[in-house]
C-alpha cells in the first residue's frame, strides 16, 4: 500500500514537466504584455514629438484657467468675491516667489520721466514691507468681514498704529533721507560759460581737467582770450 501511494518516476517526471510548462507560459504571457506596453509607449512617444515644443505649458496653462473658472462659478454661487478668496488662499511663500519673478520681468530701464521714477519707488518700497502675520490673523478673528472696509463701513479710519510699527516707518524715512542725501545735486546750467565741449561726457572730462590743472593753464587761456599768445 505505501509504495501504491508514492508517485512512480513517470508521474514525477510528468509533474515537473506540467510545472516547466506553466511557468513558460507565465514567462510568454509577461512578454507578451511587455511588448503591448511597449508598443503603446512608442505611440505615445511618437504624439508627444509630433505635439507643439510649448505644448505641455499650454496644456497647464488651460487647465489652470478651467479650474479658475470653476472657482469663480462656485464663489458666485456663495455670493463671495472671487479676488478675496483667492488672495486669503495665496501663501506667503507663494507671494514672495511671485515677486520675485516680477522683479525678473520688470528690469530698471534707467530714468525717463519723474512719473516714472515715482511709481518705481512706490513699487520698490512696498516690495519691501513685510506684513504682520500674526497681527493680521488676530484682527481678522476680531473684526471679521469688517477688516475689509467699504462705502459703509464704520471700521474705517478707527486703527491706532502700534509703537513698533510708527517706529518702523520713522527707520524706513530715514533711511529714505539718508540715501537721497548721498546723491549729486543737479548743478544749474550756466548760459554765459564758455562752451569748451563737444558732449556731456567731454564736458565732464573738461570740469575734472579744470579742477586738477587749471591753476597752471590760467594764464594761457587769458593771453589766448587777449590773442597776446606767443
Excluded at 488672495?87 to 511663500?93: D, M, N, Q, R, V
Excluded at 519673478?101 to 519723474?114: E, I, M, R
Excluded at 490673523?137 to 475689509?148: D, F, P
Excluded at 543737479?186 to 575734472?208: G, L, M, W
Aim: charged residues 40%; glycine residues 4%.
Amino acid at each position: 500500500e505505501e509504495e501504491a501511494a508514492e508517485p512512480g518516476p513517470s508521474a514525477a517526471a510528468e509533474q515537473r514537466r506540467e510545472e516547466r510548462l506553466r511557468r513558460f507560459r507565465e514567462l510568454h504571457m509577461k512578454r507578451h504584455e511587455a511588448c503591448k506596453l511597449n508598443s503603446h509607449e512608442v505611440l505615445e512617444e511618437d504624439k508627444r514629438l509630433k505635439l507643439p515644443p510649448n505644448w505641455e505649458a499650454k496644456k497647464a496653462r488651460l487647465e489652470w484657467e478651467l479650474q479658475v473658472q470653476e472657482k469663480k462659478k462656485e464663489c458666485a454661487a456663495r455670493g463671495e468675491d472671487y479676488e478675496r478668496v483667492k488672495l486669503l488662499e495665496i501663501s506667503a511663500e507663494d507671494a514672495e516667489r511671485w515677486e520675485r519673478k516680477k522683479k525678473k520681468k520688470n528690469p530698471d530701464l534707467g530714468f525717463s520721466d519723474y512719473a516714472a521714477a515715482q511709481l518705481r519707488q512706490y513699487q520698490r518700497l512696498t516690495r519691501q514691507i513685510k506684513p504682520d502675520l500674526e497681527e493680521y490673523q488676530r484682527l481678522k478673528e476680531q473684526h471679521g468681514e469688517a477688516l475689509y472696509p467699504t462705502s459703509d463701513s464704520l471700521l474705517h479710519g478707527t486703527h491706532v498704529p502700534s509703537k513698533a510699527g510708527v517706529d518702523r516707518m520713522v527707520a524706513d524715512l530715514e533711511k529714505q533721507i539718508e540715501k537721497r542725501e548721498k546723491y549729486s545735486r543737479r548743478r544749474p546750467y550756466n548760459d554765459d560759460a564758455d562752451i569748451d565741449y563737444i558732449n556731456e561726457r567731454n564736458a565732464k572730462f573738461n570740469q575734472k581737467a579744470e579742477r586738477f590743472y587749471g591753476k597752471y593753464t590760467a594764464e594761457i587761456k587769458q593771453n589766448l582770450a587777449l590773442g597776446t599768445a606767443v
